[in-house]
């Protein structure tokens, strides 16, 4: 499966951005989603997983509460709604997808997509 990430940008803390990673080929639903977000300087960090029908969700405990992961299987995309976003959510945005399991591990994951740059200014 190839993943191409978009939707990200400069807003301010506080403003909201949806993200959309478009998967290709006829198998999507039977893939776990994740996304997942680097900072400069720093690892990759989890912020959420999907299972593969949508209704099992996990997140971060940084984004919990502000962030909504979700997935359009007949569209082939999964989507991440964030909300009050804050400086410290500044990173490159990532998807990702495996076929093993629902894991906030990213060296699970086969499939990575493109990031997509999210720069919240104070």
């Known amino acids: 499966v190839q993943l191409q990430a978009s939707g990200g940008g400069l807003v301010q803390a506080g403003d909201s951005l949806r993200l959309s990673c478009a998967a290709s080929?006829?198998?999507?639903?039977?893939?776990?989603m994740g996304w997942f977000r680097q900072a400069p300087g720093k690892e990759r960090e989890f912020v959420a997983t999907?299972?593969?029908?949508?209704?099992?969700?996990t997140y971060a405990d940084s984004v919990k509460g502000r962030f909504t992961i979700s997935r359009d299987n007949a569209k082939n995309t999964v989507y991440l709604q964030m909300n009050s976003l804050k400086p410290e959510d500044t990173a490159v945005y990532y998807c990702?997808?495996?076929?093993?399991?629902?894991?906030?591990?990213?060296?699970?994951?086969?499939?990575w997509g493109r990031g997509t740059q999210v720069t919240v200014s104070s």
């Open positions: 999907i299972s593969r029908g949508g209704s099992s969700t």
């Open positions: 080929g006829r198998t999507f639903s039977s893939y776990f």
């Open positions: 990702a997808a495996n076929l093993g399991l629902q894991t906030a591990d990213p060296a699970r994951y086969h499939y």
